[in-house]
């Protein structure tokens, strides 16, 4: 039998394209910051395109480049068309970063199938269908696609049944695009943070009636500021990390194993 060939991945161009969605705040913005500052062009996608902008403005304005698009990623035309613009903003797409997520403060019990499916939609389906979209372009560039998911698809939280659910899925789509373009050079890697202290994390506390939960975390020191999420997303993508595909990186301080 012949042994499968796998081509050595080789850098990105100095100045590479990265589209991260969710970027108008958060971890997104952060990775924005960060790849621009590693002198990246950088695609900000969001639903809150004024937001979007304000971060794509002041990184501009820092001499970067950087444009914002509007995208709803619960709507799969919307998606395709994201695909469409990212690629006409700077001709290829080399990084990928799936970053946009939404939150469903309630058990499976809870929970509608209306919900269950928006849930999905945003945290699931988007993934899939702009990996895919995308993947003509990584595979030219022997690009990399870094997926967020988190810790609660590997431990089950009370409660948070359907979003553990959906981040469990992100991570084995992770591993399973990452085997299937291997042979392409293309890395898919994804990080599972903890707790992040983001206004997405205070809605959901608010959500819960569980404000000081919040609070309790952020006075112990167990709250990961954006930037440190950013961080491990760049080096999934960096040259550093050339050799690691299929991987999921836990970034939550310690806190799965207490």
């Excluded at 469990?168 to 591993?175: A, H, K, Y």
Aim: charged share 20%; aromatic share 4%; proline share 5%.
């Amino acid at each position: 039998m012949n042994e499968l060939a796998i081509p050595t991945p080789t850098a990105l161009p100095v100045e590479p394209v990265v589209l991260i969605t969710g970027a108008a705040r958060g971890v997104g913005a952060a990775c924005a910051r960060r790849f621009a500052a590693d002198g990246a062009a950088v695609i900000l996608a969001d639903l809150r395109i004024a937001e979007a902008e304000q971060v794509a403005q002041s990184l501009r304005a820092g001499g970067a480049q950087a444009v914002a698009l509007s995208v709803d990623l619960a709507s799969p035309e919307a998606v395709a068309d994201l695909a469409v613009h990212a690629r006409a903003a700077f001709g290829h797409v080399d990084i990928l970063i799936n970053n946009a997520g939404m939150i469903l403060p309630k058990g499976f019990v809870e929970a509608s199938v209306e919900e269950w499916d928006q849930l999905q939609a945003v945290n699931v389906r988007a993934i899939f269908l702009l990996c895919r979209a995308l993947l003509p372009d990584l595979q030219q560039q022997r690009g990399c696609i870094v997926n967020v998911a988190s810790t609660a698809g590997l431990r089950p939280q009370f409660e948070n049944g359907p979003y553990c659910a959906a981040k469990s899925t992100v991570i084995m789509l992770t591993q399973s695009l990452a085997q299937e373009v291997l042979r392409d050079g293309v890395r898919v890697n994804c990080v599972c943070p903890g707790a992040i202290d983001t206004p997405l994390l205070e809605e959901y506390a608010r959500a819960r009636g569980d404000e000081c939960a919040v609070v309790k975390m952020r006075e112990n020191g167990m709250l990961l500021p954006p930037e440190d999420v950013a961080d491990a997303i760049a080096f999934l993508a960096s040259r550093q990390a050339r050799s690691i595909t299929g991987h999921a990186l836990v970034v939550d301080r310690g806190a799965l194993l207490m």
